[in-house]
């Protein structure tokens, strides 16, 4: 391993929870190895580097292809304008851009383009993981019902035009048998599992997946240890489904089919009840708060506070929905803390938990490599103006720091980005390639289709509404 010298005038060794370190020196690799790679020095802050811990690894912003943001049922069926575009072209430029915005790791809930060529599409995504750097938790989709939305599908379809009734109605029916999709996972880990990559099941959530297919999958990953994925009570439509569905009780139908352990991850949690919250937290599973997305999709704010109360393991999550389109963790982090506030004299969000959530998400993208991810944040440009003898850098991190504020980035003792450019890829480069493939590429599905089950989502959740019926 090459040798690695880090030189920082504050090192965290756990912000928010232990003293920093002055004037501290890292070193990692051989140190009989020459040159040695100088990273930090005068004017700089170290820490572990985070982890994003909840991610699609999409590259293209969905409004640019004319998805805007709206509710979640009707931003679904809009996602399909996105352009057709090689997925190991769109993991280079969405892992690329997280690297260079100081993330270590990210998990992954991956839509494939073709759910026949899934092992395929994931060799791809991994290896743009690898040519970057960063660790990637790689969940790949198993669903079996619901692929046109939780809904009453008479009244749903009563208004649609013949192609768009079609479309809606042989979704289902198009979809592999659970046990193929379980087994094209399996063999999606043997093609792009190591150097990272870890693969999941993406057991899309409980409104996507029958009890069964719950079961098998549960099954599966007991079996062989591997973890499992899932979105979960994102919206109040989801929450009235689950309980019409499952008497109440859709976390109790997940614990009983065995999923609810310290494997399972989740995204979103908004509607979650707090004796729900209590069973996730005391079965060890990991949460994903997704503040900017739950607020660009309208699904409202995560009861962070009662995650808090009973020690549900906590992560930060972009959803590739990031605030301003920017996959900026950083500023995901301070955006949590703000929002998930309570109006008391505490913040329920302050030092260490901001801190600690940004390290959690480990859990979800592969485990950290202990002592040898390290980022280095630029304390001149974030507080130039500062009193070294009174300003705490904890508060102004909390306060100021975002993607900008970094410059150097170490994942599993390999330097990932030196001096803001990342050593993997040229990032500019491939994202120009994007850019032009995607004006290129036709969509991933009808426009026209796409279009009238979006708007037919929101007329059907519409009415829904305004009879309290969700």
């Not at 693969?199 to 079961?215: K, Q, R």
């Not at 506070?305 to 500023?331: Q, V, Y």
């Not at 703000?338 to 004299?345: A, E, Q, T, Y």
């Not at 950290?368 to 304390?379: F, L, M, N, Q, R």
Request: charge should be negative; aromatic fraction near 4%; charged fraction near 25%.
């Amino acid at each position: 391993m090459t040798a690695i010298r880090i030189e920082a005038d504050y090192l965290f060794r756990r912000p928010g929870s232990l003293p920093a370190e002055r004037g501290a020196v890292i070193a990692l690799g051989d140190p009989g190895s020459a040159p040695v790679i100088r990273l930090g020095g005068s004017g700089t802050i170290v820490m572990p580097a985070p982890a994003n811990a909840h991610d699609h690894g999409r590259a293209l912003s969905p409004v640019a292809f004319g998805a805007s943001d709206r509710p979640l049922e009707a931003w679904i069926p809009a996602t399909a304008l996105l352009p057709a575009v090689d997925p190991y072209l769109q993991g280079l430029v969405a892992f690329g851009r997280l690297a260079a915005a100081g993330v270590a790791a990210t998990q992954v809930a991956y839509d494939p383009l073709r759910l026949d060529d899934l092992p395929g599409e994931a060799e791809k995504v991994a290896r743009a993981a690898r040519e970057v750097g960063i660790r990637v938790g790689l969940a790949l989709p198993v669903l079996d019902r619901n692929l046109g939305g939780y809904v009453d599908k008479q009244r749903f379809t009563a208004e649609l035009d013949v192609a768009t009734r079609e479309a809606f109605e042989t979704a289902d029916s198009s979809l592999p048998p659970i046990a193929d999709q379980v087994a094209a996972v399996e063999e999606a880990a043997r093609l792009a599992e190591g150097g990272g990559v870890s693969v999941h099941f993406h057991a899309v959530g409980p409104t996507w997946c029958s009890p069964e297919l719950m079961e098998m999958v549960a099954e599966r990953s007991a079996a062989t240890g591997r973890r499992v994925f899932m979105h979960l009570l994102e919206t109040r439509r989801q929450r009235a489904w689950l309980d019409r569905t499952f008497d109440g009780d859709p976390i109790g139908k997940m614990d009983r089919a065995g999923l609810l352990s310290p494997r399972l991850g989740c995204a979103h949690g908004v509607h979650l009840r707090e004796d729900e919250i209590a069973l996730l937290a005391e079965r060890g599973v990991t949460l994903s708060v997704n503040t900017s997305s739950n607020l660009r999709l309208n699904s409202g704010i995560a009861p962070v506070p009662a995650f808090l109360r009973h020690g549900l393991a906590m992560g930060i999550g972009l959803d590739s929905l990031g605030f301003g389109d920017t996959p900026d963790l950083f500023t995901e982090m301070r955006l949590m803390r703000l929002v998930h506030s309570d109006g008391s004299m505490r913040r329920p969000v302050d030092d260490p938990v901001p801190f600690e959530a940004l390290q959690a998400g480990h859990r979800l993208a592969g485990d950290a490599s202990e002592g040898k991810d390290w980022v280095v944040i630029d304390y001149e440009a974030l507080a130039p103006e500062r009193s070294d003898e009174r300003a705490d850098p904890i508060q102004l991190m909390l306060t100021r720091l975002s993607a900008r504020h970094v410059t150097d980035l170490v994942v599993d003792g390999r330097v990932v980005l030196a001096d803001r450019k990342l050593t993997g890829i040229n990032l500019p480069e491939v994202e120009r390639a994007l850019a032009s493939a995607a004006r290129s590429a036709k969509a991933t599905g009808s426009p026209a289709i796409a279009s009238a089950l979006s708007a037919a989502a929101t007329r059907y959740f519409a009415r829904g509404e305004a009879r309290g019926s969700g």
